[in-house]
C-alpha cells in the first residue's frame, strides 16, 4: 500500500486532522532520516506502510496524509547515528511513539526488542546496536478526532482560599463500587458517573487531583514479578490519556471519555487538576528501553553527562531527567500543559519532583526559564499550579521557594502534624506556624496562606489509618525484601501494631484519625486529603504501594459501622470549615487589634486562659494550647470585598496523655456552644453550652472547638 502525500506543515506538531486529511509534523534535529510507519493493528502486524518525511527549518520533519482517518495507527522510524559515547542513540529498528501523540493504544509487551542494544551483552553493552524489530510489542499512536461538544463547560475556578483537594486514582478510586457497571469501574467513565459525583459533593471536596493519567509504562522489572506501576509515575506520552483507564476503547474513544469526564465535573462544580511528570520518562538509563525520546533525539531531551554523554544526569531517582535546558523539550511540556487547559478543559496541575524543573544548570533556580514562560502564559498563569518542591538531586529541597502563583505540598506541615498528635516534644512553635498557613515559608515571597497545600497523608506513605496503626512499615508485597518505601513515617500504633480486636486500642486509633482530619481541615491553607482516608482505607502496613493495582489500594465502599462514622465526621468538619469564613483566610493573621479594635485577630492561650509568652514557645514539654479566632476582629471579605463578620472560635488541642482543662476566655454573650470534640464524635453542635470564663475539660490526645456566634454581614 502506497500512501498519497503532498508537503506538510512544520506546525503544530504531531499529528493533526483538519476533516480531510492529516497533518504529521516531527522534532528531530540531529536525524538523517525519518519515517512514518502506518498499522492497521495494535500488536502483532508488521506496518502497511511507511511513508518519509521532508525536513524542513527549525529540524521539524513533516508530510501531509490527505487520505487517513481519525483511528489511524501509526509510529515513527529515525534514522542516524547509533555512537552512544557522543549521546547519539538512533536505531531505525526501534517504532518510536509520537511525543505529541494525542492518543496511546494499547500496552508495551516486554521483549529484548525494545531495548537498542543486545540484552544480555556485558557492561558495555549498550554501546552496540540490535536489530531487532520492536515494532509488533510496542504501542500505537492514534490520530484522533478532537472534536467535542463542550456546550456551555465552564471551569469552576474556585477560588484557591476555598478549595479542598481530593488526591485520587482513577482506576483505584472506582474499582470496587458495587452500584456501578463492571464494564466502567476503574476508568473515566466511572468517574462521571453520578453516584460518584454524588459522594464527593456530599464529602464537600471542591477538586480532584487524578494522579498521573498520562500514558505511562508497566516497568519490566515489575512485569517480570507479576506486578505493575500502578501509580503511573513513568510517562511516555504527555498529551495521551491512558488509554487502560477508559470504558470506551482505545483508537481514540478514550480522548472524548476523558473530557465527558470533565465536563460531568464541572457541571457539579469540581475542578480537575492533574499529577503530572515531566521530570523523566519511561526510559529510563542507558540500559532503558528504546521508545520514543532516546531514539529521536536523545541529546536534545535529556539531560547527558558532561563530558560522558553515554550516561544520564539522574535527579529523580528513576535513571533519567528531561533536558529543560533545550528550547524543544520545554515547548514539549507547554504545548502539553496548555493542550490539557484549552482541549481537555482541566483546571490545573501538581508537578512530581517540580524541582527539577527549575534545573538550569546544576543548581535549582528559583525563577528559571520554565517558570517566567508559565508566569507570561495568558493561559497557565490563570490555572492553579502546585509544587511538589522537592527532587532527589542535590540542592533539590526547595520547600517555600517556589515563586508566586504557585502553591506548594507543605510537608514541614505534615511532619510538624504528625509530631505533635504522636506526643513529640518541641512541637508548639512550629505547630503555631502550619495552622495558620506557614507565614514563615511563604510570606516573604508575597505569598498567601494558600500557598501551602496541608496534607497528613498523601499517596506515596501510609494512609491515614495505617499512620495510627503500624510503626514499621510492612511492604512485603511489592517483592523488594521491605527494603523500598521510606523508613521515617513519624507514625503511632496507638497501643497495637497492626490489625487488632482491642477496643480500647481501636477507640484510640479512629479518634487520633479524627484528630489529624479536623487539625487538616481547621488549618489555614489548602487541605488535600488522601482517598479512602475517610472511610479508614488501610493498605496493610504498606507505605510504598506504587506496584499494587488490587484491594490493597482500591477505594472500599462496603463499609463497616466504624468506616461510615469517619465519613459522618469528615464530612461534617468539612461543612464547618466551608461555613467559617475564618478557617479560609486570604491573608495572614495579624495577632493585634485590628482598625483600633480592642480584639486581636487571633490569641494564643495556656490551658489556664493567658496569653503564650515569648518563651513558652520554646517549651519542651508543652503539649496542649488553645487557639481563639475572634470572628469579629478579623479582616475578613466576601467576593465583592464587603467585610464579614464570623463567629469567634477557640481551637484547644491537647497530644498530651492526660485530661487538660482549658479555662475558657470571657466573652459578652456569657457562654461558649460546643461544636465538636474528637472525645465524643457524636455529640451534636450547639446543643451543650459552657459558661464563660468557665472551664473545659479536653480529655487525652483530643481537639474541640467552641464557638461564639457572631456571625453577621456588614
Not at 491553607?525 to 482500591?554: I, S
Not at 485577630?601 to 487557639?627: K, T, V, Y
Request: glycine residues 8%; proline residues 5%; negative net charge.
Amino acid at each position: 500500500m502506497t500512501q498519497l502525500t503532498y508537503p506538510g506543515r512544520p506546525y503544530p506538531l504531531g499529528a493533526t486532522w483538519d476533516g480531510s486529511g492529516a497533518n504529521f509534523a516531527f522534532f528531530s534535529e540531529q536525524a538523517e532520516r525519518v519515517e512514518l510507519c502506518l498499522f492497521d493493528e495494535a500488536f502483532g502486524t508488521a506496518e502497511v506502510d511507511r511513508v518519509p518525511l521532508a525536513q524542513e527549518a527549525a529540524y521539524v520533519w513533516n508530510v501531509y496524509l490527505p487520505e487517513v482517518r481519525p483511528g489511524q495507527l501509526y509510529g515513527y522510524r529515525v534514522y542516524g547515528p547509533y555512537e552512544p559515547q557522543a549521546g547519539l542513540r538512533f536505531n531505525p529498528h526501534k517504532l518510536l511513539i509520537d511525543p505529541y501523540a494525542k492518543a496511546i493504544a494499547g500496552s508495551l509487551d516486554w521483549s529484548d526488542a525494545m531495548f537498542g542494544y543486545p540484552v544480555g551483552g556485558g557492561p558495555d553493552r549498550d554501546l552496540l546496536a540490535d536489530d531487532e524489530d520492536s515494532a509488533p510489542g510496542m504501542p500505537k499512536c492514534v490520530l484522533i478526532d478532537p472534536g467535542f461538544t463542550w456546550g456551555d463547560d465552564r471551569p469552576p475556578k474556585t477560588p484557591w482560599y476555598d478549595t479542598i483537594i481530593y488526591e485520587t486514582h482513577v482506576r483505584g478510586f472506582t474499582r470496587l463500587h458495587p452500584d456501578l457497571p463492571p464494564k466502567i469501574r476503574g476508568t473515566y467513565a466511572a468517574l462521571a458517573n453520578y453516584r460518584i459525583v454524588e459522594y464527593l459533593l456530599e464529602l464537600g471536596v471542591t477538586a480532584v487531583e487524578l494522579m498521573p493519567v498520562h500514558q505511562f509504562i508497566h516497568d519490566k522489572h515489575l512485569v517480570d514479578r507479576g506486578l505493575t506501576n500502578y501509580w503511573g509515575y513513568n510517562s511516555i506520552g504527555f498529551f495521551a490519556p491512558d488509554s487502560r483507564y477508559s470504558a470506551s476503547g482505545w483508537r481514540g474513544r478514550q480522548v472524548s471519555e476523558f473530557k465527558t469526564m470533565v465536563k460531568v465535573l464541572h457541571n457539579a462544580g469540581i475542578e480537575v487538576i492533574l499529577d503530572v511528570v515531566y521530570n523523566h520518562t519511561a526510559e529510563g538509563n542507558q540500559l532503558g528501553p528504546t521508545l520514543s525520546f532516546r531514539g529521536i533525539d536523545n541529546q536534545s531531551y535529556y539531560r547527558l553527562v558532561p563530558d560522558q554523554p553515554r550516561f544520564y544526569m539522574d535527579y529523580t531517582g528513576t535513571g533519567n531527567t528531561l533536558n529543560m535546558l533545550h528550547p524543544r523539550t520545554v515547548q514539549l511540556i507547554m504545548d502539553s500543559l496548555r493542550y490539557w487547559v484549552l482541549e481537555m478543559h482541566v483546571d490545573g496541575f501538581r508537578f512530581d519532583l517540580a524541582a527539577t524543573l527549575a534545573r538550569e544548570l546544576h543548581e535549582v533556580d528559583r525563577l528559571g526559564a520554565f517558570f517566567d514562560i508559565i508566569h507570561q502564559d495568558p493561559v497557565l498563569s490563570q490555572v492553579k499550579l502546585i509544587a511538589e518542591p522537592w527532587d532527589l538531586g542535590e540542592g533539590g529541597y526547595q520547600v517555600g521557594n517556589f515563586p508566586v502563583l504557585w502553591a506548594e505540598w507543605n510537608d514541614k506541615y505534615r511532619d510538624t502534624m504528625r509530631r505533635f498528635w504522636r506526643g513529640d516534644r518541641n512541637q508548639i512553635g512550629d505547630l503555631g506556624y502550619r495552622l495558620t498557613g506557614s507565614s514563615d515559608l511563604y510570606a516573604h515571597t508575597g505569598r498567601s496562606p494558600y500557598a501551602s497545600v496541608n496534607f497528613i497523608t498523601a499517596h506515596d506513605g501510609f494512609t491515614m489509618h495505617d499512620l495510627v496503626s503500624y510503626n514499621e512499615k510492612h511492604n512485603e508485597a511489592n517483592g523488594e525484601g521491605n527494603r523500598d518505601g521510606t523508613d521515617n513515617n513519624l507514625s503511632w500504633n496507638c497501643g497495637a501494631e497492626g490489625p487488632t480486636d482491642d477496643e480500647d486500642v481501636l477507640t484510640l486509633r479512629a479518634k487520633q484519625m479524627r484528630n489529624f482530619l479536623t487539625t487538616l481541615l481547621i488549618s489555614q491553607g489548602v487541605p488535600m486529603l488522601l482517598h479512602g482516608d475517610e472511610v479508614m482505607r488501610t493498605q496493610a502496613g504498606n507505605n510504598n504501594a506504587y506496584c499494587q493495582d488490587n484491594e490493597l489500594t482500591w477505594q472500599p465502599w462496603e463499609l463497616t459501622a466504624a468506616q461510615r462514622d469517619m465519613l459522618v465526621w469528615t464530612k461534617r468538619v468539612i461543612r464547618f470549615r466551608k461555613d467559617h469564613a475564618i478557617l479560609r483566610r486570604r491573608s495572614y493573621f495579624q495577632g493585634r487589634p485590628l482598625r483600633g479594635g480592642a480584639i486581636k485577630d487571633i490569641s494564643w492561650r495556656r490551658p489556664d486562659g493567658q496569653e503564650m509568652s515569648d518563651e513558652e514557645w520554646n517549651n519542651d514539654d508543652l503539649h496542649a494550647l488553645a487557639i481563639w479566632l475572634a470572628g469579629n476582629a478579623a479582616d475578613l471579605r466576601d467576593e465583592r470585598g464587603r467585610r464579614i463578620i464570623d463567629d469567634t472560635l477557640l481551637v484547644m488541642l491537647n497530644a498530651s496523655e492526660e485530661t487538660v482543662e482549658f479555662r475558657l476566655p470571657k466573652i459578652d454573650s456569657q457562654q461558649w456552644e460546643i461544636v465538636l470534640d474528637t472525645d465524643w464524635p457524636t455529640i451534636p453542635e450547639g446543643q451543650e453550652c459552657y459558661l464563660s470564663g468557665g472551664k473545659y475539660a479536653l480529655g487525652a490526645r483530643a481537639l474541640a472547638i467552641l464557638k461564639h456566634s457572631t456571625k453577621v454581614s456588614a
